[in-house]
């Protein structure tokens, strides 16, 4: 068996280009995604150039606000709040995790609702919880895409999330979940007993859990679906939580990594961003 592999590069691409047309369509209103980095890790870096690049793609303009190591609390504070209260910003990424010090939940908190796309905000986790409008986490609205891109059947189907974290773990769980996708899930974690007998029953398996291929060929069902989310900086480069070599021979699917839910992830807070828009009044429903 070779497992059909999940092409998030395509795949955003695609999304990239669906959104572009959709705001030429529109008349080209101004769209404007602004992102808050502070301080100088090399990987945000690349992350939120990234961002930008692909939203000039998808047509929307884009604000970048670079604080040094050193800022204070008081001072990327006062750079949100700038940002939330400017009628030409549609929405906010704040890039984490923030240096070391500071206080990012207090950070998130004066991102407003409906500027928020990466949808981490007490009050964004608040409305999926409840299924009211609002901005769904990039990372796992970028897994539902790639199932429903490739066909992969959700309803009725087991699925096992490993991980826990309210960026990727639990929202995902709450959406697999959902009426209308219809999923059985199991919530896995790193003191989950005998992983491999819970994940062998399932028809999905998403690893999210950021631990350095801990998904074995051992834990696989032949033709399940395997998504890796998990990122890990070992001596040998980045790795997933799916070890891909050996998974690969028996999963029916399979997301690489990189180029799997990584650029899904792009693709989703451009959508997320165009919604803002239309959430605000800018661009019409």
Known sequence: MTATLMDGNLLRDE?????????????NPHVCLATV???????????????????AEAGMASKHVELPPT????????????????????????????????????????????????????????????????????????????????GIPTSGQRAVVIGRSSLVGLPLAVLLARKGIDATVTLAHSRTKDLVTVCRDADIIIGAAGIARLITAEHVKPGATVIDVGVSRTEAGIVG?????????????????????????????????????????????
Do not use: W
């Open 15 to 27: 999304t990239v280009a669906r959104l572009r047309a959709e705001i030429e369509a529109l008349g």
């Open 37 to 55: 980095l502070v301080g100088d890790d090399r990987p945000s870096q690349i992350y939120v150039r990234n961002k930008h690049k692909k939203a």
């Open 71 to 150: 800022a204070t609390q008081a001072e990327v504070e006062a750079a949100v709040r700038e940002l939330a209260a400017d009628p030409t910003v549609h929405g906010i990424l704040v890039q984490l995790p923030l240096p070391a010090g500071l206080d990012e939940e207090a950070v998130l908190d004066l991102v407003p609702v409906d500027k928020d796309v990466d949808g981490l905000t007490e009050a964004s986790m608040g409305r999926l919880m409840r299924g009211r409008e609002g901005h769904v986490p990039c990372t796992p609205k970028g897994v539902l895409r790639l199932l429903e891109r490739y």
């Open 241 to 285: 939580d799916v070890d891909f070599d050996s998974v690969q021979a028996i999963a029916g699917a399979i997301t690489p990594m990189p180029g799997g839910t990584g650029p899904m992830t792009i693709a989703c807070l451009l959508e997320n961003t165009l919604e803002a828009a239309r959430m605000l009044g800018t661009v019409p429903r």
